[in-house]
């Protein structure tokens, strides 16, 4: 890793159905990988934490920004999310 960022663990998880997870990620840790650091993430520690790689990201917030993010589960989940993010019900299948 090129730098130290906070760790989570089940105590930042503020939420979890079987479709997603809500994290309350701590400042000073990246929501996803770079090229130069891919395990220092929110998304990798989730990963590694529920030892499965069905973890999607929804949204993101900087580095240095604390706050909920909400994961998804599965890809339609986050395709689902993703399209009430836009606002377009039309796409929105019930």
């Known amino acids: 890793?090129?730098?130290f960022s906070?760790?989570?663990?089940?105590q930042n998880i503020v939420?979890?159905?079987e479709k997603f997870i809500i994290l309350n990620k701590p400042s000073g840790l990246p929501c996803h990988p770079t090229l130069?650091?891919?395990q220092?993430?929110?998304?990798?520690?989730l990963q590694k934490l529920y030892k499965t790689l069905d973890v999607y990201m929804t949204n993101r917030l900087?580095?240095?920004t604390s706050g909920l993010l909400l994961y998804a589960k599965?890809?339609?989940f986050q395709t689902?999310?993703?399209?009430?993010l836009k606002n377009d019900p039309e796409q929105i299948s019930h």
């Open 62 to 64: 900087d580095q240095q």
């Open 80 to 84: 689902y999310y993703n399209k009430l």
């Open 1 to 3: 890793p090129k730098r």
């Open 40 to 45: 220092e993430n929110s998304l990798f520690q």
């Open 15 to 17: 939420f979890e159905n």
């Open 74 to 76: 599965t890809q339609e």
């Open 36 to 38: 130069d650091n891919i």
């Open 6 to 10: 906070p760790q989570i663990s089940k």
